[in-house]
């Protein structure tokens, strides 16, 4: 909701208060004001223009010479290039030396050889979007009615000297989608009484009942409908001041009849629709559900198809409007327009969000409907309306409202005690606060000992239950006066849990290590669920998804980085590497689902890039393995995290390995499948998952610490001659195991399959790093050690040393 300031000085008296300290004000109470904007920020200069002659540029069929009066001592040549300036116009003139949006200064120029001394401007050059600039001043410049004086400030004259606070409003806050409504709340945030706008209507001896019958079939839908007829319309512009402060709220201005509908919309929150009499062909207003496959056109000329969902306002027969949402194009108030029928209606929110919904078809008069109308400002609205018809559409109102009114509301009564309020809020407020606040709220209040019992007015429909009155009552008195006081009990420090700690180092380790930490949706489709799932259950579909891509609960988390990676690759980012902390969400039938938490990961591209070195080098499996590694490492988990080779759908069949921590499975590593990566548009990206609770939670031994070796270690190589399908690790496993307690390292430092090595087989050379902490080894020591790992690589692995 956008709220003109200068606008809400006529309902509420804002003397010493700045917008900037009404915005502070109202946001503190609850309502968040996102902004205030400044309409003429970085405006100096414009004033109001006659333009007394008007002639051809002799040198631009594009330019006209035109000499202005601005209100100086004499009148001043401007050259324009607008195609629809004439002689006789009120204008907007930028003079020479002003300033215009975007710091354009203007300065005396010649064009084409002939001298301007100053702009002619647009509505859009003042700083307005053309979206709301009217149609006829769209591509040219804005012309000012008559009763305007050359010399005079054109910023004000538009009301451009105005700010606009931009409500940010929830959706139980529906009274503040007009200005009556809003005023209501600054009235009670400054103690200040609200005024009302006056309504003058003046009724003609003919009756609208002669004119027109109401009939609705659909009571539930539209419990209140009322119509007055206005005869004797001229259609033209709207006042000035109407349009301006139409404009500030966003909506272009269209004609007098229109505008006045759109007005009252913003001044009351209540949505009118005017209807020309003559083009409904009855004397008659149904409104009932629509028949299936009926049809309409719109006002936006588009043609739609009906269903008995939607509720529509017919002359009888045919629809002239889908109600709350949009007018018929049969019915559109034109130029040629002489006689307006008027609806002000109440139709229940439900049915318009469907139709809305459904035709996709959002408009200001349909948002206020889903969200709630006051029920008992619907006629009063059409009463204002009418008699802004009267004046500034030269209309005659005729005597009577035909209404249909099957509405019955009353006001909700809520009763608290100050007992439960005070204990609620901490505090001790008395009675007479307490009843000030509501006071300043118009609500009625009386109480009854330690009761307050309150009467919320209809425009307040989101006051229903104890907890509301205590809101309102902690808004207005000030959150910032609610007494700080500390927790009772025993006071300790506040700490992370240990998985807390350990999870901070993962991600800190990880972002070390290059890797940016993605945040992604735990909502996934049909398609993608089970893709990459470390355990395979029923996936969880939500009762009622926004869209079938997030319908469904993950059980991975890795198709979702792969979607990063994908988004980022389009963007010429195609070396990335990511990780995310989040839980997947696994199936337990009936109960509720078991959120466990993953670790996972992805990295495509260059590892590593320095051009200048000439260095390039493309991330492999080794580089995301050493990663875990070095992660194991961090949590004190060195050695009891393995890697065993394995096959699984959707990753590459030799690069892929199951991540083991003591023996037990906790998640995978490897390439994706080469298909994967060219339907994803990807270079070669490889990926790990596992379950991030089995590394924090794993016990670890307490810390040890080793002296610095004082003796001299022996190094060994030796070439193993292997089977090829034997993993390295196995070997590497055999030789630590059989190599106690003087073996300290075993590290692989060259393979070899080519030529002259017997089919089936392969050479590994490892290592191997023998020491005692205590004394310095023998040659016969080591020796005797090393043939034991030889003996045992040839008993459990059939390895033998290369000849």
């Known amino acids: 909701m956008f709220v003109s300031y200068k606008w809400l000085q006529d309902y509420v008296d804002l003397s010493g208060v700045t917008a900037e300290e009404l915005a502070e004000k109202i946001t503190k109470s609850g309502i968040e004001v996102e902004g205030v904007e400044t309409l003429n920020e970085g405006i100096t200069g414009v004033v109001i223009g006659h333009v007394l002659e008007r002639e051809q540029h002799p040198n631009a069929d594009k330019l006209s010479k035109c000499l202005v009066d601005i209100g100086e001592e004499s009148p001043v040549q401007i050259i324009c290039g607008a195609p629809n300036v004439a002689k006789g116009q009120k204008v907007a003139v930028a003079k020479s030396g002003a300033v215009l949006p975007g710091n354009f200064k203007i300065k005396r120029a010649k064009l084409r050889g002939e001298e301007s001394n100053g702009m002619i401007c647009s509505l859009q050059e003042l700083g307005m979007e053309g979206k709301i600039v009217p149609k006829e001043y769209a591509e040219g410049i804005f012309v000012f009615p008559e009763s305007v004086t050359p010399g005079e400030d054109a910023i004000a004259a538009l009301n451009r000297d105005d700010k606009v606070l931009e409500l940010g409003l929830t959706p139980n806050r529906a009274d503040c989608l ?444 080794y580089v995301l393995k050493g990663i875990l590694e070095g992660l194991s490492e961090k949590l004190g988990l060195d050695g009891r995290v393995e890697f065993v080779q394995v096959q699984l759908d959707g990753m590459h069949p030799g690069r892929t390995a199951d991540i083991l921590l003591d023996g037990k499975r906790i998640g995978f590593i490897g390439q994706i499948h080469p298909t994967v990566q060219k339907e994803l548009d990807l270079k070669d990206t490889y990926v790990f998952e596992l379950k991030l609770g089995e590394l924090l939670e794993a016990g670890i031994e307490p810390l040890h610490y080793e002296p610095i070796p004082r003796f001299p270690s022996i190094t060994r190589d030796i070439a193993l001659v292997a089977d090829k399908e034997t993993p390295a690790g196995k070997l590497r496993s055999i030789i630590l195991e059989a190599g106690k307690p003087l073996l300290k390292e075993a590290s692989v430092f060259d393979l070899y399959e080519g030529a002259n090595m017997e089919a089936g087989k392969k050479s590994i050379a490892f290592s191997l790093k023998y020491a005692n902490p205590e004394r310095t080894l023998t040659d016969e020591e080591v020796t005797k050690v090393h043939e034991k790992v030889l003996e045992a690589l040839k008993e459990q692995a059939g390895a033998v040393l290369r000849g």
């Open 178 to 621: 007009s200005m009556l409504g809003v005023a209501y709340e600054v009235g009670a945030i400054l103690g200040r009484e609200v005024m009302f706008p006056e309504i003058k209507l003046d009724e003609a001896g003919e009756k609208a009942s002669d004119y027109i019958k109401v009939t609705v079939e659909a009571t539930e839908d539209n419990p209140l409908y009322a119509a007055k007829v206005i005869k004797n319309v001229k259609i033209g512009p709207s006042p000035l001041w109407m349009q301006t402060r139409l404009m500030a709220a966003g909506i272009r201005p269209h004609n007098n009849v229109v505008d006045i509908t759109n007005y009252i919309l913003l001044e009351y929150g209540q949505p009118l629709h005017a209807f020309d009499y003559d083009k409904l062909g009855s004397k008659e207003i149904l409104v009932r559900r629509a028949h299936d496959g009926e049809t309409i056109v719109t006002l936006d000329d588009a043609k739609r198809t009906l269903t008995t969902d939607h509720l529509v306002i017919t002359n009888g027969t045919e629809p002239v409007a889908i109600a709350g949402v949009m007018g018929g194009a049969n019915s559109e108030v034109d130029s040629a327009t002489t006689t307006v029928l008027l609806e002000a209606a109440y139709f229940t929110g439900g049915t318009i969000r469907k139709a809305s919904k459904d035709h996709g078809l959002r408009s200001e008069a349909s948002a206020r409907f889903e969200k709630g109308v006051d029920p008992n400002r619907v006629r009063e609205a059409g009463e204002r309306a009418a008699a802004l018809m009267s004046e500034y559409a030269g209309g005659t109102i005729l005597e009577g409202t035909v209404e249909v009114d099957a509405l019955k509301v009353e006001p909700a009564v809520v009763s608290i005690t100050m007992e439960k309020l005070n204990s609620f809020l901490g505090m001790q407020l008395s009675i007479d606060e307490v009843k000030d606040i509501f006071a300043r709220l118009k609500f009625d209040a009386s109480v009854e000992g330690d009761t307050v019992t309150v009467v919320v007015p209809t425009r307040r429909g989101d006051i229903t239950i104890e907890e509301d009155l205590i809101e309102e009552v902690a808004r207005l008195y000030g959150y910032d006066n609610i007494p700080k006081t500390l927790p009772a009990g025993e006071q300790s420090a506040g700490k992370l849990t240990s998985y807390q700690a350990k999870r901070r180092v993962v991600r800190r380790y990880l972002e070390g290590a290059g890797l940016y930490q993605a945040v992604t949706y735990s909502l996934t489709s049909e398609e993608k669920v089970a893709q990459y799932a470390l355990e395979k259950t029923d996936a969880i579909k939500l009762a009622m998804p926004m869209s079938e891509e997030r319908s469904l609960l993950r059980l991975s988390i890795v198709p979702q980085l792969l979607e990063v990676l994908k988004y980022n690759g389009a963007r010429q980012a195609d070396s990335l590497a990511v990780y995310e902390t989040g839980a997947v969400f696994l199936s337990k039938g009936e109960e509720l689902p078991v959120e466990e938490e993953h670790l996972a990961a992805a990295v495509t591209g260059l590892w590593v890039s320095n051009p200048w070195q000439g260095e390039k080098k493309p991330v492999d499996f």
